[in-house]
């Protein structure tokens, strides 16, 4: 017989208390090692270095595809087309990380006349961009190019494979 709080308890009663306590410990390091997990896997880029590189995404309705260029000086490019139309390039003589809020002095090329203004927010594993001109404004999410990119690429290699095989199985026919 076991004493605990004042009790006395058999073995088996002191086995099931055990059992509970252990369940609950091994809870408990489940649950922190899926926070730290996902906390590496979506953190928000804390420091200007993790954002350094292009960012590319489209607006809602699919009109404009814009692209962000991030170097390590603080400097960089941003641009945007409408659909098939000239391509707008803008200067980024500086951008700044205050938290997860980007700013940007931008100044336009002689590609684009037509001042716009820029902001940004980190979110996750993407860049939020708020866009505005004259008299008109996007809300743009934005993904780094460098880890989209390659993933479009091999589903279009694997389509095109795939394209191949079935032509040359059904040419042999």
Same mark, same amino acid.
């Given at each position: 017989?076991?004493?605990?709080?004042?009790?006395?308890? #058999?073995?088996?009663?002191?086995?099931?208390?055990?059992?509970?306590?252990?369940?609950?410990?091994?809870?408990?390091?489940?649950?922190?090692?899926?926070?730290? &997990?996902?906390?590496?896997?979506?953190?928000?880029?804390?420091?200007?270095?993790?954002?350094?590189?292009?960012?590319?995404?489209?607006?809602?309705?699919?009109?404009?595809? =814009?692209?962000?260029?991030?170097?390590?000086?603080?400097?960089?490019?941003?641009?945007?087309? &409408?659909?098939?139309?000239?391509?707008?390039? =803008?200067?980024?003589?500086?951008?700044?990380?205050?938290?997860?809020?980007?700013?940007?002095?931008?100044?336009?090329?002689?590609?684009?006349?037509?001042?716009?203004?820029?902001?940004?927010?980190?979110?996750?594993?993407?860049?939020?961009?708020?866009?505005?001109?004259?008299?008109?404004?996007?809300?743009?999410?934005?993904? #780094?190019?460098?880890?989209?990119?390659?993933?479009?690429?091999?589903?279009?290699?694997?389509?095109?494979?795939?394209? #191949?095989?079935? #032509?040359?199985?059904?040419?042999?026919?």
């Amino acid at each position: 017989m076991l004493v605990w709080r004042g009790r006395l308890m #058999n073995s088996r009663t002191h086995a099931w208390v055990r059992s509970r306590v252990l369940l609950s410990i091994a809870a408990a390091v489940l649950v922190v090692g899926v926070g730290l &997990f996902l906390r590496n896997k979506w953190a928000v880029a804390k420091t200007p270095a993790a954002l350094v590189g292009s960012w590319v995404g489209i607006s809602d309705g699919d009109v404009f595809t =814009y692209r962000l260029e991030l170097d390590r000086a603080g400097t960089g490019m941003f641009g945007f087309q &409408f659909t098939d139309g000239t391509p707008r390039l =803008y200067r980024i003589s500086a951008w700044h990380l205050d938290g997860r809020q980007l700013e940007f002095a931008l100044h336009p090329t002689p590609s684009s006349l037509e001042p716009v203004s820029l902001k940004g927010a980190v979110a996750r594993t993407r860049i939020l961009i708020w866009i505005a001109g004259v008299d008109w404004k996007n809300r743009i999410e934005m993904w #780094n190019e460098g880890k989209v990119l390659p993933r479009v690429l091999s589903l279009r290699e694997a389509m095109e494979t795939m394209h #191949n095989a079935t #032509n040359s199985v059904s040419a042999q026919r």
